[in-house]
């Protein structure tokens, strides 16, 4: 069992999806010399996922999938729309949010001199647990993700992209979130770590009846892990569905034919950075 | 009330984090502490020299007693920095090393992110400082019979309260301007001393920066410290520059919290509440 954060997840609105968006919308203004552009990373965008599925957001780079993380991780504000956490408003009820959501994102995001216990241990202060709660949680956490636990009290600079990421994961585990916003998370990874962090992202879903949002952009992982997937491009969501149904509405054999044919690009192409 | 008791230990496990992170920190970057000490110190005793300087050339001063009255000044002035330093730096340091956004979506309020920040300032500060003037009084063999240190510590802990306002404000600058923002704030606190008198009676200033000074807690900090080691005043007489600081420090923080609430707003608006590159 994943420890209990000091936060009852009972905050959670019963019956409430996990996630509704409605009308969604962010822009960002880049100076251009004296002049002012509005990009628009995210257009109108509307979905809900329910409690315990795993969606995938198939998206190039700039396409607006971490917009929309960093929206539902209340990291920025909305331009329109509302975005709703288990019930609760993200952009009004930060806080109650933030107690029940954690995410993993493309860059491990640590502080690197400092050992994998340390960054792990402050950071559950943030939710509230104590330290004797975290003393035996984390090394039982780093255990189950595969991390060596002799390699915990060495800078985390030391430390290959992949352990990295799985530290990454047993912080947003260490939370026992209800719904776990997966950025990215096994980009840059080589095959064995992607895998071993997939298996975990099943497991967590499976033991722990979590809620995934993963942005990604690939394929085999989003058809792999998710029930249904969405293609992001321009800000623009143009389909959210289960795989099978993406390849029939777009008559292609691969999710990699959709989604050239839904967009007119192939995946890892580069857009322009929408921020 | 069981609710508001879980909130509180809630939101206090949350500022032992901070205290707790930059406890780490300290310890991982140990030797540059040492360096940064020795350097702090090396500017400390340049400073305390002026006044032997100053005799040589044939003024007639108490050479101990100037001695010491620029020594409260630098160590004011590295406390100072200290405490402003940490908070001004907070946003920048969590931008390079990539977790600011881990630590904004957390359920930490912002009063206990900014407040765990500037308590762990002031304890380290306070350290900090007591090694620096044991080492630049040794050295100069300076006599202080009458100092009253207990008066001493709580004027900079009453102080504290207004530096740690003051530093909540300035550490908004590198929430919305990730380029200038930390520079910015570090004029800021150069303005604040220089108005404060840390090398200089205030008197000595132009009308104009007399007003400024007597809005500045530095000022009745620098005032106070000084009667209670150079003359030995005890808390009950410096009481006409301590409760200045207690009303400076009673507006500084919820104005301090509110300025950051503002610049956090804005962040999240414009897209600034994220890591570098």
């Known amino acids: 069992m994943l420890p209990a954060s000091a936060f009852s997840h009972s905050s959670a609105v019963p019956d409430a999806p996990a996630v509704e968006v409605f009308e969604l919308r962010k822009e960002f203004r880049r100076r251009e010399g004296l002049h002012r552009r509005h990009i628009t990373a995210l257009k109108p965008v509307t979905f809900a996922i329910e409690r315990g599925e795993c969606v995938a957001i198939l998206g190039q780079n700039g396409s607006g999938k971490s917009t929309l993380v960093r929206l539902l991780s209340t990291l920025l504000l909305e331009d329109g729309g509302t975005a709703r956490v288990f019930g609760h408003d993200v952009f009004r009820e930060p806080r109650r949010v933030q107690r029940l959501i954690n995410r993993v994102s493309v860059e491990a995001s640590f502080f690197k001199r400092l050992s994998a216990i340390e960054n792990l241990s402050y950071a559950a202060r943030f939710y509230g647990l104590r330290r004797r709660e975290t003393s035996t949680e984390i090394p039982r956490i780093l255990e189950r993700v595969g991390f060596p636990l002799e390699r915990a009290t060495g800078p985390m600079e030391d430390l290959s992209r992949g352990m990295q990421q799985k530290v990454a994961l047993a912080r947003a585990l260490l939370t026992s979130p209800i719904l776990l916003l997966l950025d990215e998370p096994t980009t840059g990874l080589d095959p064995r770590s992607k895998l071993e962090v997939q298996e975990f992202i099943r497991e967590v879903r499976r033991v722990h009846d979590a809620t995934v949002l993963l942005c990604t952009h690939d394929l085999a992982e989003a058809e792999e892990l998710a029930g249904r997937v969405g293609i992001l491009h321009h800000g623009d969501l143009l389909c959210l569905a289960p795989a099978a149904d993406v390849k029939r509405r777009y008559r292609a054999e691969t999710l990699e034919q959709a989604f050239f044919a839904a967009t007119g690009t192939a995946l890892h192409e580069e857009e322009e950075a929408s921020e | ?277």
């Open chain 2, 1 to 277: 009330m069981r609710g508001a008791a879980v909130t509180l230990r809630s939101e206090l496990m949350g500022l032992s984090g901070i205290v707790e992170r930059n406890t780490y920190i300290l310890r991982r970057y140990i030797w540059w502490e040492l360096a940064w000490f020795v350097w702090t110190l090396a500017n400390t005793l340049t400073i305390a020299f002026i006044a032997k300087g100053f005799a040589q050339s044939g003024a007639t001063i108490d050479v101990n007693k100037a001695t010491s009255w620029l020594l409260i000044g630098a160590l004011v002035w590295s406390y100072l920095g200290m405490v402003f330093g940490l908070l001004v730096e907070m946003v920048q340091w969590e931008r390079w090393e990539g977790t600011i956004e881990h630590t904004f979506m957390a359920p930490l309020s912002r009063t206990m992110h900014l407040l765990g920040t500037g308590i762990f300032g002031v304890l380290y500060g306070i350290v900090r400082t007591a090694a620096l003037f044991v080492v630049v009084a040794l050295f100069f063999h300076l006599q202080l019979p009458h100092a009253d240190y207990g008066a001493a510590l709580v004027v900079l802990l009453v102080a504290s309260i207004s530096f740690i306002g003051i530093g909540m404000m300035t550490s908004v600058l590198p929430l919305i301007s990730p380029e200038k923002g930390v520079q910015l704030g570090y004029i800021a606190q150069g303005l604040l001393l220089v108005v404060s008198g840390v090398y200089y009676d205030v008197s000595v200033l132009p009308g104009w920066m007399q007003a400024l000074a007597r809005i500045s807690p530095a000022t009745y900090a620098l005032r106070a410290l000084r009667k209670s080691i150079i003359d030995g005043a005890g808390v009950r007489s410096l009481w006409g520059d301590i409760w200045p600081l207690l009303v400076i420090g009673a507006i500084a923080i919820p104005l301090g919290l509110e300025i950051f609430r503002r610049g956090e707003r804005y962040a999240k608006r414009h897209g600034k509440l994220k890591r570098s590159g």
